[in-house]
């Protein structure tokens, strides 16, 4: 089994900054890519930013230029720095993490999700 916790949402006035970590523990053979991803309330659940093993990154563009998504290999954990927050940015914010375990089978484990509250 392959778990994911994140942590280090808040409430933040706008244009103030937070980073968000994502641990995933287990049975983890290899990792494939980690995300984050978000919903509002009233929303679907949209992907924000994602990094791959090769360390290929992709951002909705609604975050570009303000969020960054980093890993640290060695520990399987994900991090989203973001800055210039924006009350459009409030939602709970959730990781997700592909791979491998380890019987080579694949997982695809969600974490419980963190409040992040932009304030105007």
């Known amino acids: 089994q392959v778990q994911v916790v994140e942590s280090g949402g808040g409430l933040v006035q706008a244009g103030g900054s937070l980073r968000l970590s994502c641990a995933a523990s287990?049975?983890?053979?290899?990792?494939?890519?980690m995300a984050w991803y978000r919903q509002a309330p009233g929303k679907q659940r949209e992907l924000v930013a994602v990094?791959?093993?090769?360390?290929?990154?992709t951002y909705t563009s609604s975050v570009k230029g303000r969020f960054a998504i980093s890993r640290d290999s060695a520990k399987n954990t994900v991090y989203l720095q973001m800055n210039s927050l924006e009350p459009e940015d409030t939602a709970v914010y959730y990781c997700?993490?592909?791979?491998?375990?380890?019987?080579?089978?694949?997982?695809?484990?969600w974490g419980q999700g963190t409040q992040v509250t932009v304030s105007s």
């Open positions: 997700n993490a592909g791979g491998l375990t380890y019987l080579r089978r694949r997982f695809d484990s």
């Open positions: 287990g049975t983890i053979f290899s990792i494939n890519a």
């Open positions: 990094i791959t093993s090769s360390d290929s990154t």
